[in-house]
């Protein structure tokens, strides 16, 4: 089956410091990527959608110049979490969609990355 | 995007069937519905997908009406390992983002 790798698994640094997370789709190639957010006990939310060769979309309330998405490839997404503090701990999650994009085609996810922020 | 609701919580004992049921009354003509599922520190897994009537795999059944408003995902005999959040989630599924709702806490006991 489709397999989305996320790197690294998990990440513990000190406030002020950037962070970048990747998405690999390994046995598919995604135009559309999507970064998602999820704190403890509670579900996930998107952030925003990364398309291949084009600007991110971001949803409301979350900050572009915060995280930076750079979809350079149509296998790898990155998610940079700048000048991270604390209250941006989380756990993030990508996921992808085939880039043949058929209708009945679900979305894979990656196993996520767990951001610390001393 | 379709809102689905979905029991918070669910109890099951092991060899169990499981039926966990969620409502989209306002599902589109082009949505399918899919189901997911997450254990704590990783990301979702995909469980199974439908459309409409009956859709089985080796894990699971999703149960579809006619009217497509609601669904019903069934885990036969549940072990401990399928304790889990299990969400639903309606969308022209591959093209548009997905909106997860709070999801069905199941936990199976021996």
């Known amino acids: 089956g489709a397999v989305v790798s996320q790197h690294p698994s998990r990440v513990i640094c000190k406030s002020g410091t950037s962070v970048k997370i990747e998405c690999r789709s390994l046995?598919?190639?995604?135009?559309?990527m999507f970064w998602y957010r999820q704190f403890p006990k509670q579900s996930l939310m998107l952030m925003a959608t990364?398309?291949?060769?084009?600007?991110?979309?971001?949803e409301q309330g979350v900050e572009k110049d915060k995280f930076l998405i750079n979809h350079a490839s149509l296998t790898l997404s990155t998610l940079t979490v700048t000048s991270a503090h604390p209250e941006d701990s989380s756990f993030y999650i990508c996921?992808?969609?085939?880039?043949?994009?058929?209708?009945?085609?679900?979305?894979?996810f990656g196993d996520g990355t767990r951001l610390s922020i001393l | 995007l379709a809102k689905t609701t979905q029991p918070i919580s669910m109890d099951s004992y092991e060899g169990q069937e499981v039926n966990i049921t969620c409502s989209h009354n306002?599902?589109?003509?082009?949505?399918?519905i899919t189901w997911y599922q997450q254990f704590p520190s990783q990301g979702p897994r995909f469980i199974i997908q439908g459309y409409k009537t009956k859709v089985t795999n080796e894990v699971a059944s999703l149960f579809i009406p006619a009217d497509r408003k609601s669904s019903t995902l069934s885990l036969p005999r549940v072990s401990l390992s399928d304790t889990a959040v299990y969400y639903c989630?309606?969308?022209?599924?591959?093209?548009?983002?997905?909106?997860f709702g709070k999801g069905t806490m199941l936990l199976v006991s021996p």
């Open positions: 990364s398309n291949e060769g084009s600007k991110a979309t971001y």
């Open positions: 996921s992808a969609r085939d880039h043949q994009g058929r209708i009945g085609q679900p979305q894979h």
């Open positions: 046995d598919f190639q995604a135009t559309t």
């Open positions: 306002n599902i589109a003509t082009n949505d399918y």
């Open positions: 989630l309606v969308g022209v599924s591959g093209y548009s983002t997905l909106t």
